[in-house]
């Protein structure tokens, strides 16, 4: 217990110390749900970004737009985001705090069923005599927390911060099928910021109110679509945790090949499967091991609003346990159908196979930057025998490439350094001549450089350097003249399995 | 004039056509100031970015962070946005219309005064009889409509949508020194979006209420870190328009060496004029030429609160004439002050060699995303002697390196362009079997992919393929070995200048 809480101390301590992460606005007090990336965060969290893209949009041939963060009020009236993205709060009427009743009442111990009213909520609190923690006072009524950041668009125009990019693609659909050459199935994927308002969000980059979401909307026909025509991603296995089995109160996994689940029913179309084996293959290119990550099936009283089935992505954290990372939610054709009905444009599409025109459904995978990011790094943290600490990360995710040292602060040594590094164009090096090498080395790993290129006396007889390895802190000499190519190797990205 | 309207028709026409980018929320009936990037705007803006990105960051070692869109209050009264980031409005009682005061005015032929107070604004509408260009109606009194998105950040705390991500930066500057080594000169540049409520936003790319920005915020001791010492950028011409020279009603460019600009003390560093020269260099790198764009020293009337200096950077547009797409204002020590004060934390530093402490100035480079992609586009745009419509994008900012088209339908034809399309793993690959070769060329040209790989009858017995060049319509054989290199080669970016 003590071990594992100085693991985590040891992250959050260099986070902030080396320009990862740390609480924003401290010097007003800090704004909870808010974090800064510093140099070294946002450049690890840019490479994740783009492997990301790399294996759930180049490698599918799918989509990837950019739509506005606001949205006016009837998108999200048609979403039901309006209606039903809520949740139920109580607020101290004499010190102004905020609490989520369920959360509050539970640690209290007492047991809030899903879905219970407000009048429901307040009998409890009544009942059991429920009073602020802050400070003692009893609560009022409870109310519905809208949990969408709302603003004005123009003088009266109610508009909202969108909770999701998702309803950016879902109004513009008309528009991205041409542009996908009208043909299904078609993903349209979206990389940017969202916002929710959590009524007590925590510090740190777990629960936040601002995010960055990967997501891919991907449209098909349920009846000529069934599912992808390249069968690799029958074979593989995945450690699942059905709905079934939690209502059984089974909380082991199953490790289960893909077709084995599919005879069993457990997917609601083969979609969800074969997103789930490529978030295994991303998951293991992140070196996030098999094992400590599950995709457990949302029990109906836990889904959204807009799913008909839902599996989440968890990764096992040290301080947080199972932890969502992604979503993979079967929106049916619950968006674009919203939309046709408030806006009155018409969403279907004619399937000249079937000879029918259609609303699309939609099978959503949807992940969360900055947990992903977080897990990254929790799984990367490393303390070595003689207290050595550094960041295992993947080098494709790595914050510079490659480090380049002058063994010694001397001209010669600088000047031949900066040559060297010069060479490495196309590289993101890491120069640095000031301090012991031994300092630069350990400075170098605390933020995960996976190489070191060290410009020594030798270099000047034979045209070679050191290559060092941060993992295992192996030397080997190298000519200069290859140094380029040999790095293009080693740096080289994990590729999709399917 | 009519050749002209058809060019920027084009261009609008082809931007919506193929993905590249168009008004957001039709089904709803479009929010003003509001536009969505398709699958081919969004990958050329990416691109752009990161081209940015290598010149203006890791050129310079520079830091580059994300902090968060959304700041408390106290932030945007301590950095003087709320009391001064507004313009004059005035709102038809009768239909609800909202105008710019001094666009209103001037519209009607009135010349309004910079600085002019809302009394004698109120005035001159009275005096003029101004009335509602929408409905006919008098105004009632103008009011200060305040530039930046309100929200509500908890129950009760008021926050603001950044009106420009500096003060992100400002904020966290104690930490950001230590992650800089706690040395100056430093720069630390942020690529986000940030929110502008324009009281009438025009439809397109230009004028929005959204936009990404990428800036720098350049911190500088003006006792010891007077200018770069590389002396490179002193040599370079600048196409200048000094604010003295438009005060004597000179509208014609100065084309200026940097160190006579100097001589002349056109500038009140000569930092800014580093930055200028840099920012020339990444222009000719969009292949945006010469003649086309010029920097502009804002008048004091015209200038934002925080600035002492302000050069805009303006490349000249059909339909907007002289468009602002960059900024570059000498902050001073104004911001950093404003924090000190409001927030009682001490953001001074020590300068050993002066063994003074200070509170570091600041010049802030600032890129409009979107305004230079629109730039960008309509530079390339280009339609020749047989009405092919074409972007000449630079390679390197093409939304796809190449296109692979097998020349005919044929399976065997397919697979061989599936083989070559495997081997160009790094490339982005637009592949595409459908439809005739000819319709093929044009579908890539108008997004501009700069190269065209056919496979043909004679690949199955040499191994050679043919490579198109968009621009040209050249075509060369080459052997499916040299293809990687060769495309390498031809897709290098550009480097800055100094």
Redesign the interface.
Known sequence: MSETKKKSDVLIELA????IF?P?????GG??G??????????I?RRLENLWIKYFV?SR?F??????????R??YVASGHEAQFTDKAL?CDKC?S?FRADHLLSEAGINVPEGASLEYIDELVANNMVKCPNCGEKFSKSFQWLLM????????DL?Y?RPETAQ?IF??F???Y??G?SSLPMGVAQVG?F?R?EVSPRQGPIRL??FTIMEVEFFFDPETNTGPSDDRYLEETLPLLTAEDQEKGVSELRNVKVKDAIKNNFFSNNWIPFFLVLTKSFLNALWIPDGSYRFREKLPNERAHYAKQLFDCEVMLESWGWTEVAGFAYRTDYDLSG?MKV?G?DMSIFISSTNKRIIPHVVEPSFGAERLLYALLEYSLRIDEDKRVYLSLPPYLAPFDVSVFPLLSKPEFIAKAKEVADRLDGF?VN?DD?GSIGRRYARADEIGIPFAVTIDYQTFSDNTVTLRFRDTKEQRRISIDELSRELSRLLSPAKPIV
Do not use: A, C, D
């Not at 989509?63 to 606001?70: D, N, R």
């Open positions: 902030k110390r080396r320009g740390w924003s606005y401290e010097i007003y704004v909870k808010l974090i800064t990336l510093g140099n070294v965060g946002f450049e969290k180049y041939n989509q990837i737009i950019e739509s506005p963060v606001i949205g006016p009837s998108v607020k102004g905020v950041f709302k603003t004005e668009i123009g003088l009266g508009g911060l950016g109004t513009e008309k528009r991205l041409v542009h050459r910021m916002f308002i109110r601002e939309h806006s444009e993101k120069f000031s």
